[in-house]
């Protein structure tokens, strides 16, 4: 594999490869004989015409998304300015933050796509609604008070006149991460960051701990870190909801459909050192709609892979990690659908309403979920445990192996529980060091990335939807440097590791 970037200095150009024709996928092909047109009878054509359309009346049912003439309904535009792929929280941050700070009202075109318009399994309203500034990563911690701030106000920044105002039902009690003895130097070292960057957190020795939460046991505690500001948990469903709202009211058009691929054109370009390089543009999206076979295409300018756990398949059309595997286009996006189990229980002798969000040592982590003494929690499995991601069945057995033991030896109370309900959803899992890929692909000029997140994406979507708009718009970040995060140090192997992953 190229490493340190060598590959990309010093270019000069070899050739340039011509795209291939774009013709529409709808646009039948017509091939033209010579000769003496046929006599037929010019009834013939319009008679077929109205039995097929007699057949396809019949065909019609409420909610089909197809009229009686074979048209799909709510057919996306042929041409956008940025086509984001991918509905979830990130996707629509992103398209609310672009119309937001566009330059003139209306300047831009932008379309969000969307294969699963009822989120069944978006990982957005899967998850436990977390937010925290105890992060190991400078850049980490600066997005959740981005985010959290942007709650505290989310009124005036999503509201729409004549709508009830938005309530995101945040509960502001913390985090509380536990150590052990071989840990306490690391989260000594995460705190001494998170309050360098302005975070309140507070450390606990295990007496403090034990005088502050007397139903918990400290056996095996060393050191623990709460949040006192800014961190809690909130209604990921709602915020999802107030996010694309907002921005459609914006102008910002919605398609329901999956992105089968691109139509790219190409450069090839050659380093002094003789390494051929191939730069690619996106410059069709092709989308398949609902109930059908065929793909849309829609010519567009700039594309964002807001694709969350899907982001690495998305990456993949565009070319990138196909290559050879020591070349540049050898190297993939490193993200991957990881499933992660969420269980609900009630304990009537639980913890009660101070409960913050649980950290365990072991891993396992736990909440108050509403105020008639159910919690919820879970653990992310070992390498060796990780489950089949292909569908969203829960392991209840995984509860009582891995889960049950941890929690009960944490918290005494625990031992009598009983399971409610459960689910499962998604990690937009980054394999190479569980952060971020966020910004604008190397070798395809016109794609950005924002997807990676391993389980934060949440709490750091409206950020990074700020920032992604900042770059787009700008060509350069403003609020918060993100560079960091660029496909570029997974190009030079340098890995920019999260310690704080849940």
């Not at 105890?134 to 505290?152: G, V, Y």
């Not at 007397?214 to 809690?232: F, I, R």
Request: a neutral charge; charged letters at 25%; one cysteine or more.
């Amino acid at each position: 594999m190229i490493r340190g970037g060598a590959a990309l200095g010093r270019l000069r150009p070899l050739r340039a490869v011509s795209a291939p024709p774009f013709a529409s996928p709808l646009e039948p092909r017509r091939q033209f004989g010579t000769g003496k047109p046929r006599r037929r009878d010019i009834f013939s054509g319009f008679r077929k015409e109205l039995a097929d359309f007699g057949r396809r009346l019949k065909d019609v049912r409420p909610g089909s998304n197809w009229d009686p003439f074979g048209i799909p309904k709510d057919l996306p535009p042929e041409q956008v300015d940025i086509i984001i792929v991918g509905g979830g929280i990130i996707g629509w941050s992103i398209a609310f933050w672009l119309k937001i700070k566009e330059p003139r009202k209306g300047g831009i075109r932008v379309i969000v796509i969307e294969r699963d318009i009822q989120y069944t399994k978006a990982s957005t309203v899967l998850s436990v609604g977390g937010i925290r500034q105890q992060f190991s990563t400078p850049e980490n911690i600066k997005m959740s008070q981005f985010s959290a701030n942007f709650l505290r106000s989310v009124n005036d920044y999503l509201g729409i006149s004549n709508e009830p105002p938005i309530d995101i039902q945040f509960n502001p009690m913390g985090y509380l991460f536990l150590a052990s003895e071989e840990g306490a130097a690391t989260l000594e070292e995460n705190v001494k960051i998170q309050r360098t960057e302005g975070a309140e957190v507070s450390l606990l020795s295990p007496t403090q701990l034990k005088k502050k939460y007397p139903w918990l046991n400290t056996d095996g505690v060393a050191l623990a870190s709460h949040g006192l500001e800014n961190e809690g948990w909130f209604d990921p469903w709602t915020l999802l909801n107030a996010l694309r709202r907002k921005a459609m009211s914006l102008g910002v058009g919605q398609s329901l459909g999956e992105v089968m691929s691109f139509s790219c054109s190409s450069n090839q370009l050659v380093t002094e050192d003789g390494v051929d390089v191939n730069f690619s543009r996106i410059v069709f999206v092709n989308v398949q709609l609902p109930d059908s076979i065929e793909c849309f295409p829609i010519e567009c300018s700039m594309v964002v892979n807001a694709a969350g756990a899907w982001s690495g398949r998305v990456a993949e059309m565009a070319g990138i990690g196909t290559g050879p595997p020591d070349s540049l286009t050898g190297i993939k996006l490193p993200v991957e659908p990881k499933k992660r189990y969420v269980y609900v229980w009630n304990c009537p002798m639980g913890p009660g309403l101070e409960t913050p969000m649980l950290i365990d040592t072991s891993g396992a982590y736990f909440r108050r979920e509403g105020i008639g003494g159910n919690y919820l929690g879970s653990i992310s499995p070992t390498e060796e445990e990780e489950p089949d991601i292909k569908d969203l069945e829960v392991d209840h057995e995984f509860f009582q192996e891995k889960v049950w033991p941890k929690l009960a030896h944490r918290v005494p109370a625990f031992e009598s529980l009983k399971v409610k309900s459960s689910w499962a959803g998604y990690y937009d899992y980054n394999t190479f060091d569980q952060n971020p890929v966020i910004g604008l692909h190397p070798l395809v000029a016109n794609l950005y990335l924002a997807s990676g997140f391993s389980g934060h994406g949440l709490q750091h979507s409206l950020a990074v939807g700020n920032c992604i708009a900042e770059l787009i718009l700008e060509g350069k970040y403003k609020t918060i440097d993100l560079a960091r995060f660029s496909f570029d140090r997974i190009i030079r192997d340098k890995k920019m590791l999260e310690r704080n992953i849940i």
